[in-house]
């Protein structure tokens, strides 16, 4: 059976300030050695976004001033956003827009009203989070590798985390987690791009479309090891053995 899953990318003409098109880079690639038919489709504002063609949802990451640009445009998509997720579609958001998902986003100029589909929230404190990051995550064997830049703090109520904080801050610096996982969405904070350095994430999210659009998550076995070497340098530089 020929299999095809389709990737959104949401805005990346405003949010795409963290990598966010190597993540697309890297899903339509890891597709496409295991011949499965990968397609991308971007959404600017004006366009209306249908979300049962979408396989793979991406919500990039941008500047405060942005996100309120898109924070008007998401009011009107939330409900049929709300709907994909609960119907567990597949979604990866990175840095605001993993802010984005929540029930707002504190910050100096005011409040960013979020998209509700995961109960959270976010509020700017004092000085950024800035560095690199290591997590001990359950959807994968691996270590997450990657760098988070942010200024605000988010806290996931009783969801589950994306990982425990090895080396790094997380979602506040104080609680030892980051990101989060519902359903089938990961929001994280980890960016660099974070796909690339995590063969087992971009694999997770493609074995969970690929479950949701025809009932078979199996994925053929790819070579990673140059990724593997890259992620287990990054995991022994700073992470303590």
Not at 44 to 73: P, T
Not at 155 to 176: A, E, T
Request: proline residues 3%; aromatic residues 10%.
């Amino acid at each position: 059976m020929d299999r095809k899953i389709t990737i959104g990318h949401l805005y990346p003409d405003l949010l795409n300030l963290y990598g966010d098109r190597g993540n697309i880079a890297c899903l339509t690639q890891r597709c496409r050695w295991r011949g499965i038919e990968a397609e991308t489709i971007e959404f600017e504002l004006k366009d209306q976004i249908d979300f049962r063609e979408l396989d793979i949802v991406l919500l990039g990451g941008g500047s405060d001033r942005e996100q309120m640009i898109v924070c008007g445009k998401l009011k009107e998509i939330r409900q049929d956003f709300k709907n994909y997720v609960e119907d567990d579609g597949v979604v990866i958001a990175v840095c605001g827009g993993y802010q984005l998902l929540g029930e707002y986003y504190q910050t100096e100029e005011g409040r960013l009203e979020g998209l509700n589909l995961v109960d959270l929230y976010t509020e700017q404190e004092e000085g950024r989070i800035i560095g690199n990051i290591v997590l001990e995550s359950d959807l994968v064997s691996m270590p997450v590798v990657g760098f988070e830049n942010h200024g605000g703090r988010t806290c996931i109520r009783g969801n589950k985390p994306f990982g425990r904080v090895l080396y790094g801050s997380g979602n506040d610096g104080r609680s030892g987690y980051e990101g989060v996982v519902y359903k089938n969405v990961i929001g994280t904070y980890l960016h660099g791009p974070l796909l690339p350095k995590n063969p087992q994430i971009s694999d997770w999210l493609i074995a969970r479309a690929l479950e949701r659009r025809y009932g078979d998550s199996a994925l053929e076995p790819l070579d990673d090891s140059q990724e593997e070497a890259a992620n287990s340098y990054i995991f022994h530089r700073f992470v303590k053995q």
